[in-house]
């Protein structure tokens, strides 16, 4: 059974997150995250397997991911209702071509780096109300296609401001089931509101997402009259270091301090050390930080619930040519255990 | 309840389309389906509305979708519970910046022309199960945005081959509300798989397109055990001419003949008059006939009982460039009433 409080799908009785796996490049190897991924290349364009282009060696990283993930949980990918996927690549074509191979009734979608949330949030109200036995969800970004198409190609050697945030080369993939079996419980989803405050920096995407994250997780604390206390951690996507500290000072501001939490674009890379800025991004960021650190601490019982509130900032590279300002999203999903109140 | 057979979501208890709306531009208006539209406009660049730029164009014309759906259902944005909007623009943007004004909670999807079906199947889904109450699934398209995306700005005067589709300027919108409500029944969904059978001419999408449409239709016939004649007619979008000469050749060839198909691509425009090459496409223009053709029809009792199969081409102008061939999916909706067999 599945309650609607505002904007928030509970789910009585939830799904779970069964298996997970993220896949990376080169830089999140050498990130504190390392330990947490199924699959790890010192060579990310893949040219050793065959990719000609970075856009191939997208599609492929997210095969690796949802491959991962699949052997995890033991099933072959005929086993699969129904998979979301999306990607920050024009058009989501590392989703289109990487479900190509996969075969899989397939729905795309897009949240720019909200799409993990995104994906998760439609995989978990398809897994449990039943539409869907065995559900994928699962995205992707890489840093080089991503430069190439929102920034200037890597060539250019183009120098990046203080504000910017590094694209991960990363995907991540979770297989979601029906409530009662094994695995990390989806508590709820919220799907966001779009958001626009006028920023209209490209290289500062924390601050254009910052009011998205706050939107998102105020409504979720009124509609199930929670406080941030109430969770061991709670996860933004990816607001960067100056976002994050925006974000920290609006909801003081509001009056519900969030003391716990955290950012998966402080999380990915050693901020200091890797030379990236104010934190990674992407869509692939969030979704490696969920599926190499988030969910197995879920499933240790580290974290005993956690609200993974994923953003994206909803431009592209015309609309920012345009000098239109930067709307953005976030949609909000609870995992892991603990008593509705 | 729902039941799954096979890739098709069966709505025991079918939740309707309450309400709808189209919305298009001069050619649109030209076109035998011109009476059907909520909204026409003699200038799509609604520059005289404030708008700067073609990508602002077709979010306004989505909005004013969106607004005449509305109206026509009687009630106000603040009162959907969720909205699946996607349309062909990079990064999805103008159903993005749409979404920014309506200000209701939002999944993006992409599916390029299938999306229509794509976003109908998702609210279907959330609205049979309760997840949500009144959801609005809408998408759209320009054709000056999507000539200089995809191919070259106007200004260029290119000449365009007899194979190639006009994408309309067109959006529809439909208001989806629970079972046992007044409107036109969605009775199953079926999310379709990538097919890719080699086609890499961005100027014949019928053809790249219609192995998707034929996988689909002939996946739903098979789950439900029915046949073509069991309904009024069968529509895909957007296969043009050419590719709808394809598919009947290849229905024929499967042992299921086409005889009742219609194409959207087909019926927006005077295809010998309106100097259109193979027909529209473009993902309001399922959208379009969807709401200004077949859902009319289906409330005045014309049609009883309908498939949608709206068809989707996965590439981007990037992967073109790269000599990849052209994915396609396709997502069906069944329409109306008739007893389940």
Chains 1, 2 share one sequence.
């Not at 298996?19 to 330990?35: F, M, N, Q, R, T």
């Not at 501001?253 to 990674?280: F, I, S, W």
């Not at 040519?321 to 930067?326: A, D, M, P, V, W």
Request: charged share 15%.
């Amino acid at each position: 059974m599945v309650l609607r409080r505002r904007d928030t799908l509970l789910f009585e009785t939830p799904p779970v997150i069964a298996a997970w796996a993220a896949a990376g490049g080169k830089k999140e190897s050498e990130g504190p995250l390392a330990s947490g991924f199924a699959c790890l290349t010192q060579q990310a364009d893949f040219s050793g397997e065959g990719c000609k282009n970075w856009e191939q060696a997208e599609s492929l990283l997210q095969r690796k991911a949802a491959d991962a993930c699949l052997r995890k949980a033991g099933i072959s990918k005929k086993e699969i209702d129904l998979a979301f996927a999306g990607d920050l690549q024009a058009q989501c074509t590392a989703s289109n071509y990487t479900m190509r191979g996969l075969g899989m009734p397939f729905a795309g979608v897009y949240g720019a780096c909200s799409t993990m949330a995104e994906t998760l949030g439609l995989a978990a109200c398809f897994a449990a109300t039943g539409m869907a036995r065995q559900v994928l969800a699962m995205t992707s970004s890489h840093f080089c296609a991503a430069e190439r198409q929102f920034r200037t190609p890597l060539e250019y050697g183009a120098k990046r401001t203080p504000t910017a945030q590094w694209t991960a080369t990363a995907a991540g993939a979770c297989l979601l089931r029906g409530p009662g079996q094994q695995g990390v419980p989806v508590r709820s989803v919220t799907f966001g509101r779009v958001q626009d405050y006028q920023v209209r920096d490209i290289n500062n995407m924390g601050a254009a997402m910052m009011p998205a994250a706050a939107a998102t997780l105020l409504r979720y604390f009124t509609a199930t009259h929670t406080a941030p206390t109430d969770f061991d951690a709670i996860f933004t996507g990816d607001l960067g270091e100056v976002g994050s500290a925006l974000l920290r000072e609006q909801m003081e501001k509001e009056g519900v301090p969030l003391p716990n939490h955290r950012d998966c674009g402080c999380l990915l890379y050693d901020t200091a050390a890797q030379n990236v800025q104010a934190g990674g991004s992407g869509a692939g960021c969030s979704a490696a930080v969920l599926c190499a650190h988030i969910l197995p601490k879920l499933q240790t019982g580290a974290y005993r619930r956690v609200l993974f509130a994923a953003t994206g900032a909803l431009m592209s590279q015309t609309t920012f040519l345009q000098g239109e300002s930067i709307p953005s999203i976030a949609h909000c999903v609870e995992l892991g255990g603990g008593d509705r109140q």
